[in-house]
């Protein structure tokens, strides 16, 4: 059964936008903290930001600023606003959704490819 269902990656130009979705179900949408890793080639996957149910949010120091992640109750969707896009952001991302902490994973999207190159 699938809990996370991710769309919204592509191919954009440096200094570009792109929004990331995902789309839970709505148990897990009530309850769990939903948020957003990547992993670039060759290196380890990295939590890029997370929100809580009551709508917290926190980044990584490398995309504060420039991403943002928000959520949509009555459509229990996510969303990861991601703007002027660097080279190095290039990279899969995953939903993903923790009942506790986001560091404690209990269900993963498929990943979605998101690609900066001019």
């Known amino acids: 059964q699938v809990q996370l269902v991710e769309s919204g990656g592509g191919l954009v130009q440096p200094g570009g936008s792109l929004r990331l979705s995902c789309a839970a179900s709505e148990v897990i949408f009530t309850f769990y903290r939903m948020g957003w890793y990547r992993q670039a080639p060759g290196k380890q996957r990295e939590l890029v930001a997370h929100i809580t149910s009551g709508g917290t949010t926190n980044y990584a120091d490398s995309v504060k600023g420039r991403f943002t992640i928000s959520r949509d109750n009555a459509k229990n969707t996510v969303y990861l606003q991601m703007n002027s896009l660097r080279s190095e952001d290039t990279a899969v991302y995953y939903c993903?959704?923790?009942?506790?902490?986001?560091?404690?994973?209990?269900?993963w999207g498929q990943g979605t490819q998101v690609t900066v190159s001019s």
């Open positions: 993903c959704a923790a009942r506790f902490n986001i560091a404690v994973v209990d269900y």
